[in-house]
């Protein structure tokens, strides 16, 4: 968060106006988008995280935020852990609560915030699940003659691997954005920063055969966007989804593979390759280098998992 001035020490606060923390909620987003520069997606998730904690926290919080203590967000972690959401879901909740608070003693209405006492749930005990190269090569040729827009799906699956990209990103590239010459596309990331990423020979197949092939069907030539679907709209992350779901399961992997697992296997593929932890980070468009971290435990993981495969006393 950007800094901003605290309040004096001594300060006086409106108790009165702190027990309706809905009518901060618009401010606090308008705060994120204007001076944190956040994108509408992530923006989507902190209102959707903190609209079911307030209704919560008028059922079970003081009346006074200020009498707001840890118990209390511990007491909400243990609801969401008994909804049987996910550690990473659960994590992500912890963020968004811990960023309106923040917000609050910046704003004022708190002298300091008891969320920050709360740590989060270890996340990385649970590795990303990746798929070998050899699962991904038969994913990337699952797209077939029965299927519709076979060119464009597997466009879209040679994308999603070949760059690492989120799929909020890859759905939101436009034709201008791809340059096959040169192999390279700009995609725009969190935060609406824009990178630059590497097509390897298979993406690049794939992209002009779609190119060349359905999508002039699919779309008029004004029309920006490069995967569209079948009446030339932009095609959504939902869509994204169901197309890697269905294409995952005709090849028989698991029903837990996603567009992420493809970015997981991707960064774990580049680290087993020799890649350097600080260009997988500008790569994958993380802002900080513990996020990439994660991958260097995978590739831990599976080595240990070999030696202990392999070698005799293992």
Not at 279 to 302: K, P
């Amino acid at each position: 968060m950007p800094p901003r001035k605290r309040p004096p020490a001594g300060a006086r606060f409106n108790t009165a106006s702190t027990h309706n923390l809905a009518s901060h909620l618009p401010d606090f987003l308008h705060y994120l988008e204007a001076e944190c520069g956040m994108a509408g997606n992530t923006l989507q998730a902190y209102r959707s995280d903190l609209e079911q904690f307030l209704p919560w926290y008028r059922k079970h919080g003081p009346a006074l935020v200020g009498d707001v203590d840890i118990k209390l967000f511990s007491k909400y972690l243990r609801y969401l852990s008994e909804r049987e959401l996910a550690t990473s879901s659960i994590a992500r909740h912890l963020v968004s609560i811990k960023m309106f608070f923040r917000y609050l003693v910046l704003e004022g209405v708190l002298l300091e915030s008891a969320a920050e006492l709360l740590n989060s749930p270890k996340l990385w005990q649970h590795l990303p699940k990746i798929l070998s190269p050899d699962t991904v090569n038969r994913l990337l040729r699952a797209p077939g003659v029965g299927d519709r827009y076979a060119l464009r799906d597997r466009a879209l699956l040679a994308l999603l691997y070949a760059t690492g990209c989120r799929a909020s990103e890859v759905t939101g590239l436009r034709t201008r954005d791809v340059q096959l010459k040169e192999r390279y596309c700009r995609c725009t990331g969190k935060g609406n920063k824009e990178r630059i990423v590497s097509l390897n020979p298979v993406a690049v197949a794939a992209l002009e055969a779609y190119l060349r092939h359905e999508r002039p069907e699919m779309a008029s030539r004004d029309n920006e966007w490069l995967l569209v679907s079948r009446s030339g709209r932009q095609l959504s992350r939902i869509m994204v989804w169901n197309l890697v779901k269905r294409y995952s399961a005709r090849i028989g992997c698991s029903n837990e593979v996603s567009p992420h697992t493809l970015r997981h296997s991707f960064a774990t593929h580049m680290l087993a390759g020799g890649a350097e932890i600080r260009a997988l980070q500008e790569i994958l468009g993380h802002a900080s280098i513990s996020t990439t971290q994660i991958y260097t435990q995978v590739e831990h993981s599976r080595l240990k998992a070999v030696h202990q495969k392999c070698h005799p006393r293992g």
